[in-house]
């Protein structure tokens, strides 16, 4: 059926976004009268995402965006990029959102950056392209813009919405930008093709990308659904500098157990959790995860989830790791 009264149009909008923020919510947070003449387009932080800012939940594995090996059809999910070859990143646009009804062009950017839990805007992304003159009509838009993957093979990727009428605030802190604007979507995924016995080393940075010169945070390790840990092992190498730093913050944590002088195992499966660790204001700091799949991990998929947290356990920033077996 086609509205004919678009103020109609836009009341019904307006009582579905609402109906939606109250199912996932619990209670719907207050909406702004939509200008005249205002986009809100908006990109998912996650799947519960429906546009409101702040947003509430994960923040950094945007559904919204997908990492393929084609621009044609969407990949139902993240596939495996190589250094050197031309992945394609479709992006999904979302029009409205909660703070705007009109149609209009604008531009998408994308940046990526080393994977890890912290990047401060904009020093330590790196630009991939754009896709300019973009018009969004209701519903769902999605965008390809193809990168020439560059060393190496374990990012992180921010995607920007920016028109005339939808521009984003922006600090420093990544995680901070990217929750109080729905603009703006991080998606820090890492897929892990593995064999049995096989150990699949990833890298990963930690740091801090606030304003505040130093900060204490915890990482803690999930494993929702099928847990990794039992038919695999997890372990992480904090590397000489980060342990030094674990062992004068008192070596606190839990589900975890030392099994070399830089290196922990993660033995709990539903939360590990290594504590105290001090970071300055703009670092990052390596550190290498090490998967290791037993023969009852064969043909299985997982998901293991590495998050930053603060003093107060607010979520500065992960990486989702998606774990699929291949047959021997």
Same mark, same amino acid.
């Given at each position: 059926?086609?509205?004919?009264?678009?103020?109609?149009?836009?009341?019904?909008?307006?009582?579905?976004?609402?109906?939606?923020?109250?199912?996932?919510?619990?209670?719907?947070?207050?909406?702004?009268?939509?200008?005249?003449?205002?986009?809100?387009?908006?990109?998912?932080?996650?799947?519960?995402?429906?546009?409101?800012?702040?947003?509430?939940?994960?923040?950094?594995?945007?559904?919204?965006?997908?990492?393929?090996?084609?621009?044609?059809? @969407?990949?139902?999910?993240d596939q495996p990029v190589v250094q050197g070859s031309t992945a394609y990143i479709h992006v999904f646009l979302n029009n409205p959102?909660?703070?705007?009804?009109?149609?209009?062009?604008?531009?998408?950017?994308?940046?990526?950056?080393?994977? *890890?839990?912290?990047?401060?805007?904009?020093?330590?992304?790196?630009?991939?392209?754009?896709?300019?003159?973009?018009?969004?009509?209701?519903?769902?838009?999605?965008?390809?813009?193809?990168?020439?993957?560059?060393?190496?093979?374990?990012?992180?990727?921010?995607?920007?919405?920016?028109? @005339?009428?939808?521009?984003? %605030?922006?600090?420093?802190?990544?995680?901070?930008?990217?929750?109080?604007?729905?603009?703006?979507?991080?998606?820090?995924?890492?897929?892990?093709?593995?064999?049995?016995?096989?150990?699949?080393?990833? @890298?990963?940075?930690?740091?801090?990308?606030?304003?505040?010169?130093?900060?204490?945070?915890?990482?803690?390790?999930?494993?929702?659904?099928?847990?990794?840990?039992? @038919?695999?092992?997890?372990?992480?190498?904090?590397?000489?500098?980060?342990?030094?730093?674990?062992?004068?913050?008192?070596?606190?944590?839990? *589900?975890?157990?030392?099994?070399?002088?830089?290196?922990?195992?993660?033995?709990?499966?539903?939360?590990?959790?290594?504590? *105290?660790?001090?970071?300055?204001?703009?670092?990052?700091?390596?550190?290498?995860?090490?998967? %290791?799949?037993?023969?009852?991990?064969?043909?299985?998929?997982?998901?293991?989830?590495?998050?930053?947290?603060?003093?107060?356990?607010?979520?500065?920033?992960?990486?989702?790791?998606?774990?699929?077996?291949?047959?021997?």
């Amino acid at each position: 059926m086609i509205l004919r009264n678009q103020r109609r149009r836009r009341t019904l909008l307006a009582s579905a976004v609402l109906a939606v923020a109250t199912l996932f919510a619990g209670v719907a947070p207050a909406v702004q009268a939509a200008p005249e003449g205002r986009a809100d387009v908006f990109i998912r932080d996650n799947t519960s995402d429906v546009g409101f800012e702040p947003s509430t939940g994960s923040l950094y594995s945007s559904p919204d965006i997908r990492v393929c090996n084609s621009p044609g059809t @969407p990949c139902p999910a993240d596939q495996p990029v190589v250094q050197g070859s031309t992945a394609y990143i479709h992006v999904f646009l979302n029009n409205p959102g909660p703070y705007g009804d009109a149609l209009e062009k604008g531009t998408l950017q994308l940046y990526y950056t080393k994977q *890890g839990t912290v990047a401060q805007w904009s020093s330590q992304w790196n630009y991939i392209g754009s896709a300019t003159d973009v018009s969004v009509p209701y519903g769902v838009k999605r965008v390809v813009i193809p990168w020439k993957v560059p060393f190496g093979s374990h990012f992180c990727l921010l995607a920007r919405w920016l028109s @005339p009428t939808d521009l984003p %605030t922006e600090g420093l802190s990544t995680a901070t930008n990217t929750r109080n604007n729905n603009n703006l979507a991080w998606h820090n995924v890492n897929v892990i093709p593995f064999k049995i016995k096989i150990p699949q080393l990833r @890298p990963i940075v930690f740091g801090w990308d606030g304003p505040d010169p130093t900060t204490v945070g915890d990482l803690v390790f999930t494993q929702p659904g099928r847990p990794f840990t039992g @038919p695999g092992r997890i372990t992480i190498d904090l590397g000489p500098d980060l342990a030094a730093r674990w062992r004068a913050g008192g070596a606190k944590g839990e *589900g975890i157990e030392r099994v070399g002088e830089t290196e922990l195992a993660i033995v709990n499966p539903q939360r590990a959790r290594i504590g *105290g660790l001090t970071f300055k204001s703009g670092e990052q700091v390596d550190a290498r995860l090490n998967f %290791t799949a037993g023969a009852e991990a064969e043909g299985g998929q997982y998901t293991v989830h590495v998050t930053q947290v603060d003093q107060r356990g607010g979520e500065v920033g992960g990486v989702e790791y998606r774990l699929e077996g291949e047959r021997q």
